[in-house]
């Protein structure tokens, strides 16, 4: 268990496996597991979710069994997976002295659906790859030794599934990658009072001065409980609210007189600029004892578009983003570490982006917590699946809305991307049930959060859309220029074919004057290795010619054009992608220093 010191530090250090509802109690149970493939399927059968056999395998988790850091790295096919784990009851229940806290287990991530079972006792099961869940496993807890099971379906031809990136083929093509199955982020404890908070969001109210914490519990208190909401920054107080409850779901607001002072406001404002970050401090008692105490943070800050603008706190901004695979040749979409999710974000920063385009991914907390500290803008999207079904569907819009409702208290989050080049809905031209699908993403996602921009279907065919995205991988940085530097131009665009060859609108939808952003476009491949299958949109011969081409390329879409922001595709080669500008390794092709001037269009 961690002590008070360490937990204070893990609010700072993005180390926590959830940032925003930090706890004093947890422990982390990554690491090796036994682990086993179950291609007959037979474990169910001969009764392995007892957690007496033992598994002939040893797996390291949180990386899945495709990738090299698992010690299994197999990307081959198999459909079930089996996962066992000895759990001391120290761990279990830490505290004697307190026989009513409950033990929760926590998975950030399991792709895709599950069964967990301890001591032969089924506990909870899940479906969805890519947003976590957690279990009260305390009544299920044995005197001695306890052993965590799992079994986890992830059948890798059902296109049905939310898979984004994930290849359905056995090995990787085009833009598709390796699979990621099974768990895929960290596995971990905590202990809590019987009544806890469950969730918390945030949102702020800048004309108001206001910020609004809205709370779930994990019941309805018998009596009256007291909450205790207090707002520092940097160690200085600057609001608080308490308020006695006796309902499960609860909101708390705090008035912030800083933010009243006109010319003092700004100082309080979260931007790419200023990434300031306002820490809170929960704490849930009964009758003066303490039941729960929770660390988290927040970020005053308004998102929008008005007049063709992308607006940040009322004022236009420019979006100059690039697009995050989030893919590691040695982990896939996990991560190798948490440190290297603070460099990534390091590295867009670094290159002069101030937006990062998250791509067919939910993005592991954690690389949210350092876009929030370190001030990296965020579009976020969600995996697609590859038909359109009634599953499809199902499934899409159940773990969207968990996905929304875990992420939007990150101030980092500008933009909700719940569809991506009509993946899943390809004949959305044509279809209305799938042009019906693409609105009710937008209106779900609306319903769920108000306050960001939301895009339909990103890139072409869109239906209702507050941001009009455009992808475009033209070589020929002049053949860009005069496409997208005058208002006639792009409404010619907008309002007929785009640039490969799809309709930008889908059935009576047309363009009504939104901000306008080139969300894919570049592609250079400038290959530092040798291999067949190797590729990009386009090529660079040298190091010298690579800077020119992002370089004239982002000129032809920055501020002097008639769009209001690009995403530059990509930041690192992606196994057979090869039109990163880093390599798969991140080690920049050319001089940092030259990347960055160029993406910043200061090259001559």
């Known amino acids: 268990m961690t002590n008070f010191n360490e937990f204070r530090a893990s609010e700072q250090d993005g180390s926590y496996f959830r940032p925003q509802l930090v706890r004093e109690n947890f422990v982390n149970l990554s690491g090796p597991w036994e682990f086993a493939f179950d291609d007959e399927n037979i474990g169910l059968k001969n009764k392995w979710h007892r ?4 598994l002939d395998q040893t797996i390291m988790v949180p990386f899945p069994p495709e990738s090299e850091l698992s010690g299994i790295g197999d990307t081959s096919f198999h459909n079930v997976f089996w996962y066992r784990k000895s759990i001391p009851q120290e761990l279990l229940q830490p505290d004697p002295s307190t026989p009513d806290q409950r033990s929760i287990l926590h998975f950030g991530a399991v792709d895709y659906r599950c069964e967990v079972w301890l001591n032969g006792s089924k506990v909870t099961q899940h479906e969805g790859g890519h947003v976590g869940f957690e279990v009260d496993i305390t009544d299920a807890i044995q005197d001695g030794g306890n052993v965590l099971v799992l079994r986890v379906e992830d059948d890798p031809l059902d296109v049905s599934q939310p898979r984004g990136k994930q290849d359905w083929q056995q090995d990787p093509h085009s833009i598709w990658y390796n699979r990621t199955s099974g768990i895929w982020q960290p596995v971990w404890l905590e202990t809590v009072s019987p009544l806890h908070v469950v969730s918390l969001n945030f949102s702020t109210d800048l004309p108001k001065g206001e910020v609004e914490l809205e709370l779930s519990l994990s019941g309805r208190p018998k009596t009256p409980v007291d909450l205790e909401l207090n707002l520092s920054v940097a160690g200085t107080w600057i609001g608080s609210v308490s308020v006695l409850t006796d309902e499960k779901h609860s909101k708390l607001a705090i008035r912030l007189p800083q933010l009243a002072n006109g010319q003092g406001h700004q100082t309080l404002l979260w931007s790419p600029a200023n990434p300031v970050l ?5 704490k849930m008692s009964e009758a003066g004892t303490e039941l729960d105490h929770i ?4 970020g005053m800050r308004s998102v929008g578009t008005s007049s063709g603008h992308f607006m940040l706190n009322d004022h236009p901004v420019f979006i100059r ?3 995050e695979q989030g893919y590691w040749p040695e982990s896939h979409i996990a991560a190798p570490s948490g440190d290297a999710l603070k460099r990534e974000v390091e590295l867009i920063l670094e290159l002069g982006f101030n937006t990062a385009r998250i791509h067919q991914k939910i993005e592991d907390p954690r690389f949210l917590f350092w876009a929030d500290r370190l001030g990296l803008m965020i579009w976020a999207e969600f995996p697609a699946t590859f038909e359109f079904s009634k599953t499809a569907v199902s499934r899409i819009t159940r773990e969207w809305t968990d996905a929304v409702l875990r992420d939007s208290s990150h101030p980092s989050i500008v933009v909700w991307v719940p569809l991506n080049e009509s993946w899943g809905v390809q004949q959305i031209t044509h279809v209305l049930e799938q042009q019906d699908f693409s609105r009710t993403m937008y209106r779900l996602t609306k319903s769920l959060d108000s306050s960001r921009p939301v895009i339909s279907n990103d890139g072409w065919e869109h239906t209702k859309s507050d941001i009009a995205t455009i992808h475009d991988y033209e070589s020929d940085p002049s053949v860009l220029t005069k496409r997208y530097a005058t208002k006639a131009a792009l409404d010619e665009l907008l309002s007929g074919v785009g640039p490969v060859g799809r309709r930008m609108y889908a059935g ?6 939104e901000p306008i952003v080139v969300s894919e476009f570049g592609g ?4 530092t290795r040798s291999r067949e299958q ?7 011969v040298d190091e010298q010619d690579f800077a020119n081409k992002v370089g004239a390329m982002c000129i032809a879409l920055g501020p002097e054009s008639g769009v209001i922001g690009f995403c530059y595709t990509q930041l690192t080669d992606t196994m057979q992608e090869v039109n990163g500008l880093l390599d798969e390794n991140r080690v920049p092709k050319t001089d940092m220093a030259k990347l960055r001037a160029a993406i910043l269009g200061q090259n001559t």
């Open 51 to 54: 957690g007496k056999v033992a």
């Open 278 to 282: 306002i820490d809170a401090d929960l």
């Open 295 to 298: 660390k988290s943070y927040l």
């Open 321 to 323: 983003a690039v697009l």
């Open 508 to 513: 009576e939808h047309t363009f009504q004057s």
């Open 524 to 527: 250079i491949a400038f290959k």
């Open 534 to 540: 190797d590729w990009g949109y386009s090529s660079a």
